[in-house]
């Protein structure tokens, strides 16, 4: 299966905020499909297609990730719909045991992938792993954690259109860096590209500036204590934000750009009049394994 651009536009709604007249947007990536979510769409639209337009005779898609990770998720309901095999190599080898626990994992052995759980210490040399697998499968795709890529670059392009080109910035998420660089490289010469940094990171502007040519975008931290930590605060806005703009968001990365932003627009971060449009890039199968996380803490859920 071919991954397709959707044929109507994703919608983009006003978030109706009283300050300063700044008019702030989001762009609905996360309804582009129900298992393929956001950005992951678009950073696997090149990837998978320019894969399979070879005709590869067994076709196998191998990647890494976490145990509550929206790539590993989006990789696996892709292999399902295309009937092709998939390997997520995890980090973590505690997790041998306890994969059930993630409803990430179980999505994605659902979804017929393969796990294989590497230790953390492996993981961070995902280079040398890539060259085992490179060897082991040498008809395989291999996608980089976060799928991001030239390719991932790429597909992000089809996040901009004519709806995009009339704000003064755009906003996204940042983990991995691939999202970022293809709005950076792709939108218009006067805007202004923001990614809120959710990974505790300092190579991170080097990556994304291997990836793209603009110089038009600017990094600011949204950790809110570091990846994938969730505070009560953070639980706080995201409820907040939904039960009165009928938005849900997750935890890890939209969640907390979100909560930024708001917070900038407190702060007078963005001129008056201007029009900001934040991307929403999916994720919230994550939302279930928060949860769980949260409820084993006694601590306020996720609506």
């Keep these: 299966m071919l991954l397709k651009a959707p044929a109507e536009s994703i919608p983009i709604q006003e978030i109706s905020i009283p300050h300063k007249n700044i008019k702030l947007f989001i762009k609905r990536e996360d309804l582009i499909h129900p ?27 191998i990647t890494f990730g976490g145990a509550f990770s929206n790539h590993i998720a989006a990789v696996s309901a892709v292999g399902n719909l295309s009937g092709i095999s998939t390997l997520g190599i995890i980090r973590g080898e505690e997790l041998q045991d306890k994969w059930r626990d993630s409803p990430t994992l179980l999505l994605a052995k659902r979804n017929g992938m393969n796990l294989k759980f590497v230790t953390r ?34 597909g992000v392009k089809m996040m901009l259109n004519d709806q995009t080109k009339d704000f003064d910035y755009l906003c996204t998420a940042v983990g991995t860096g691939g999202t970022v660089a293809g709005i950076a490289k792709f939108c218009e010469e006067d805007q202004n590209v923001i990614g ?26 949204s950790c809110f204590g570091g990846y994938g930590k969730i505070k009560d ?33 407190d702060e007078g971060y963005f001129p008056e009049n201007s029009r900001v449009l934040c991307f929403h890039t999916g994720g919230l199968q994550g939302i279930e394994g928060a949860n769980l996380l949260l409820e084993k803490q006694n601590r306020n859920l996720i609506i």
């Design 35 to 61: 298992q393929i979510s956001g950005n992951k769409y678009w950073k696997l639209f090149y990837n998978i297609n320019t894969y399979l337009e070879k005709n590869p005779e067994n076709p196998y898609i």
């Design 121 to 154: 210490e492996e993981y961070r040399h995902k280079e040398k792993l890539t060259e085992f697998l490179s060897r082991e499968f040498p008809d395989a795709l291999i996608v980089p954690e976060g799928g991001t890529n030239k390719d991932a670059v790429e």
């Design 196 to 221: 809120f940094k959710v990974v505790d990171d300092a190579s991170l502007e080097d990556k994304i500036s291997e990836l793209t040519s603009g110089r038009n975008f600017n990094l600011i931290d």
């Design 233 to 265: 605060e953070n639980i706080r806005f995201i409820n907040e934000f939904k039960e009165k703009y009928g938005i849900p968001l997750e935890p890890v990365y939209t969640g907390k750009m979100m909560q930024k932003v708001f917070e900038l627009i």
